[in-house]
T-cell receptor, first 111, second 116 residues
Framework: DAKTTQPNSMESNEEEPVHLPCNHSTISGTDYIHWYRQLPSQGPEYVIHGLTSNVNNRMASLAIAEDRKSSTLILHRATLRDAAVYYCILRDYSGNTPLVFGKGTRLSVIA | NAGVTQTPKFQVLKTGQSMTLQCAQDMNHNSMYWYRQDPGMGLRLIYYSASEGTTDKGEVPNGYNVSRLNKREFSLRLESAAPSQTSVYFC???????????????FGPGTRLTVL
């Protein structure tokens, strides 16, 4: 499996935008980029996914570099409820493989 | 819709004891998964079941067995618990092969297991 690299931790002020980076220099042409997050004492939950184009949903935006070797999850206005560990995961186009989790980025949000 | 439920929520075992962690989903999903999460780490896949009647090993299967009892239920058994199996165990489910690229995995609340 192609691997991802994320910073161990990041900090943000409440109501500020947050940009969570992910490097995946060995991504293959058929790998999709998925993001999940894990709130304290809960199981992970889906955030967003994309292939090449930037993607938006109600939770976040995903910006993908033109060469696809990196991506950025954008939370437009961080709230205290967004404090979580964010995982960037590569998954093949079939979507039928289990998720492979790294250590993720622990996001702290300061009021 | 309860989603994915796990029992028990907490368990303390002595070394050598056995136990079964139960997982059930009410979303009519085909695929189910068992992960473990050690402190400060990401989740690691123990076993998964792509569809009813099939199971496959994940990254860390040693010391565990699984049973896909029916489409709804997927249990994880520790035959002889060891302190190294102290962890939080998460069960998850997803629609499976026909779901397309997103094939979102839905996670249960976890079981916190301590082996003394």
């Amino acid at each position: 499996d192609a691997k991802t690299t994320q910073p161990n931790s990041m900090e943000s002020n409440e109501e500020e935008p947050v940009h969570l980076p992910c490097n995946h220099s060995t991504i293959s042409g058929t790998d999709y980029i998925h993001w999940y997050r894990q709130l304290p004492s809960q199981g992970p939950e889906y955030v967003i996914h994309g292939l090449t184009s930037n993607v938006n949903n109600r939770m976040a935006s995903l910006a993908i570099a033109e060469d696809r070797k990196s991506s950025t999850l954008i939370l437009h206005r961080a709230t205290l409820r967004d404090a979580a560990v964010y995982y960037c995961i590569l998954r093949d186009y079939s979507g039928n493989t289990p998720l492979v989790f790294g250590k993720g980025t622990r996001l702290s949000v300061i009021a | 819709n309860a989603g994915v439920t796990q029992t028990p929520k907490f368990q303390v075992l002595k070394t050598g004891q056995s136990m079964t962690l139960q997982c059930a989903q009410d979303m009519n999903h085909n695929s189910m998964y068992w992960y473990r999460q050690d402190p400060g780490m990401g989740l690691r896949l123990i076993y998964y079941s792509a569809s009813e009647g099939t199971t496959d090993k994940g990254e860390v299967p040693n010391g565990y067995n699984v049973s896909r009892l029916n489409k709804r239920e997927f249990s994880l058994r520790l035959e002889s618990a060891a302190p190294s199996q102290t962890s939080v165990y998460f069960c998850a489910s997803s629609e499976g092969e026909l779901a397309g690229v997103r094939n979102e995995q839905f996670f249960g609340p976890g079981t916190r297991l301590t082996v003394l």
